[in-house]
C-alpha cells in the first residue's frame, strides 16, 4: 500500500501500532510535568494500549536499558577526555533529566511495537 506510513517514521512520532495515526501519548514531550501521559485508547481506532494491567511495566527495564546505555557511552567518553569526576556527576545528572521523558516514551512504544502481539498495522483502521 503506497501511501501507509512507515513503522519507522510512526515509532518515532508515537502514534498508533494499529493505525499509525492516533496519538499514543497526551501531550507534547516538551511538556514536562504532562509528558508520561497516556491515552487509555487509541484516539483514532480505539485500540487498547495497556490491553492487560502491569504491561507498561515492561517499559521499565527498557528504559532503564536505553539510560544505562547512554551513562555507559558518555562515562567511556568523559574518562577518556579526562574530566574530572564533578563534571562527570554534574552532566551525567543532567543528562538523565533531559532524557527522562524520551526514554520514558520510547520504552513505551517500543513495547508497543515490538513485544504486543496482535497489534500489528492494518489499513483498515487507517
Ligand atoms: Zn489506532
Known sequence: MPNSPSKIGSMIACKCPRCRTGNIFKYP???????????ENCPHC??????????????MYISYGFSSGLMIVFGIFAINMNWTFTN?????????????????????????YGLSPNRRFDSKYL
Not at 480505539?46 to 517499559?59: C, M, Q, R, V
Not at 527522562?100 to 512504544?109: D, E, H, I, K
Open 88 to 112: 562527570i556527576l554534574i552532566t551525567i545528572v543532567s543528562m538523565a533529566v533531559v532524557f527522562t521523558p524520551f526514554f520514558f516514551r520510547y520504552a513505551r512504544v517500543i513495547m508497543l
Open 46 to 59: 480505539g485500540l487498547k494500549y495497556e490491553h492487560e494491567t502491569g504491561f507498561f511495566w515492561g517499559a
Open 29 to 39: 514531550t516538551y511538556q514536562i510535568f504532562q509528558f508520561s501521559k497516556t491515552y
